[in-house]
C-alpha cells in the first residue's frame, strides 16, 4: 500500500513538472512570436524612413547649385568623400552581413534555409516599397481583411501596439492604461473599422499625435494583411 501511495505520488510530481515545462516552453515560444513582430515592425519602420528621407534628399538636390555653393563634401574634397563614402558603405555591408547572419540563424531555428530567407527578405522590401507611406494613400489600402484573423492580431498587432502606446505616453500611462487602449485598438482592428475612427478616439489620448500613431499602426496591419496573403513570412 505505501509503494503504491508513493508511486502515485511520484506520477503527480512528474505531472506537475511536466506541466511547468510545458507551460514555460509555451511562454518561450510566444515571446519569440512578440519579439519576432517587433524586430519585423522596427524593420518596417526603419526601412520606410530611410527611404523617405532618400526621396526627400533627391527631390530638393540641384546639382549645378551644390557645386557652386560647395558646401557639400563632394564637392569640397572628392577624396575625403570617397574616403567616407568608402567607411561607410563597408559599415553598411557590415551591418547587412550581421542582419543576414542573424537572419539565416532565426530561420535554421525554424527549419528554413538560408536561400528562402534571401528571398523572404526580396518579398519583404518589394512589399514595403509597394505600402505607401502617404496617410491618405495608406488608409485607403483596400486591408484583405480575411488574412487579418484572431491569431494575427494577438501575436503580432497586438504587441506591436502595445509598444507604440508604451513610446507615446512614455510616464504618463501605466500598465493598465495601455492594456486598456492597447484592448480597445485591436477590438478596432478586429471589427475592421476605418482609420479615421480611430483617431477620432485616440484624440483624447494622444491628442495631436492620434494621427501619426494611427498610420504607423496602420501601415502594419496593411504589411501583416499583404503577408499573409502573399505568403510572405
Not at 512570436?33 to 526603419?46: N, Q, T, Y
Not at 531555428?109 to 527578405?121: I, S, T, V
Not at 488608409?139 to 501575436?155: E, M, N, R, T, Y
Not at 501596439?161 to 495601455?178: A, F, I, Q
Request: charged residues 40%; contains cysteine; proline residues 3%.
Amino acid at each position: 500500500e505505501q509503494a503504491k501511495k508513493a508511486r502515485h505520488k511520484r506520477h503527480i510530481v512528474a505531472a506537475d513538472e511536466r506541466e511547468k515545462r510545458v507551460t514555460a516552453e509555451q511562454r518561450e515560444r510566444e515571446d519569440r512570436v512578440k519579439w519576432s513582430a517587433m524586430r519585423e515592425l522596427d524593420g518596417i519602420e526603419e526601412m520606410q524612413r530611410r527611404q523617405d528621407a532618400m526621396a526627400t534628399a533627391l527631390a530638393k538636390w540641384n546639382d549645378p547649385r551644390e557645386e557652386q555653393l560647395g558646401e557639400h563634401d563632394y564637392y569640397r574634397d572628392r577624396q575625403r568623400w570617397w574616403r567616407h563614402r568608402k567607411a561607410e558603405r563597408a559599415r553598411e555591408i557590415e551591418l547587412d552581413e550581421a542582419d543576414r547572419r542573424q537572419q539565416e540563424r532565426d530561420d535554421r531555428a525554424n527549419d528554413k534555409d538560408a536561400a528562402g530567407a534571401a528571398g523572404r527578405r526580396d518579398m519583404i522590401e518589394a512589399l514595403i516599397k509597394e505600402i505607401p507611406s502617404d496617410p491618405k494613400a495608406l488608409f485607403d489600402w483596400p486591408v484583405k481583411w480575411q488574412h487579418v484573423d484572431a491569431a494575427l492580431i494577438q501575436s503580432k498587432i497586438e504587441p506591436a501596439v502595445r509598444k507604440r502606446l508604451t513610446e507615446y505616453l512614455g510616464s504618463e500611462g501605466d500598465d493598465s492604461s495601455v492594456d486598456e487602449l492597447t484592448e480597445y485598438v485591436a477590438t478596432c482592428i478586429k471589427e475592421r473599422k476605418r482609420p479615421q475612427e480611430l483617431i477620432n478616439e485616440l484624440e483624447m489620448v494622444l491628442v495631436e499625435e492620434a494621427p501619426v500613431f494611427v498610420a504607423r499602426i496602420w501601415r502594419f496591419v496593411v504589411y501583416e494583411s499583404e503577408a499573409q496573403a502573399r505568403s510572405v513570412g
